[in-house]
Nanobody, 115 residues
Framework: QVQLVESGGGLVQAGGSLRLSCQAS????????MGWYRQAPGKQRELVAT???????NYVDSTKGRFTISRDNFKNAVYLQMNSLKPEDTGVYYC?????????WGQGTQVTVSS
């Protein structure tokens, strides 16, 4: 059974940086898209960034220029480097591995940005 294990969340002051990691345990093949989503208190889960199997990236407008998504296909891992963090980036961050055959989610990691 595949599980996604996230790490790297925490408390940081505005302007600071964090790096989130997510790695799959178990056998998984041909991950078409890896992504990060977040859910702020009282709000719906939203897309933060995605990266395709060939490296094409997509970001929500509010994170462009500050966040960078990357992946390691050998390790079945995805990363999110977050710089210049703002209080509005606060939320629970979830990683997602998707292909037409499956849709896996991590358990979430809390990111809190203080002003």
């Amino acid at each position: 059974q595949v599980q996604l294990v996230e790490s790297g969340g925490g408390l940081v002051q505005a302007g600071g940086s964090l790096r989130l990691s997510c790695q799959a345990s178990g056998r998984i093949f041909s991950i078409r898209v890896m992504g990060w989503y977040r859910q702020a208190p009282g709000k719906q889960r939203e897309l933060v960034a995605t990266i395709s199997s060939v490296g094409t990236t997509n970001y929500v407008d509010s994170t462009k220029g500050r966040f960078t998504i990357s992946r390691d296909n050998f390790k079945n891992a995805v990363y999110l480097q977050m710089n210049s963090l703002k209080p509005e980036d606060t939320g629970v961050y979830y990683c997602n591995f998707w292909s037409p055959a499956y849709d896996y989610w991590g358990q979430g990691t809390q990111v809190t940005v203080s002003s």
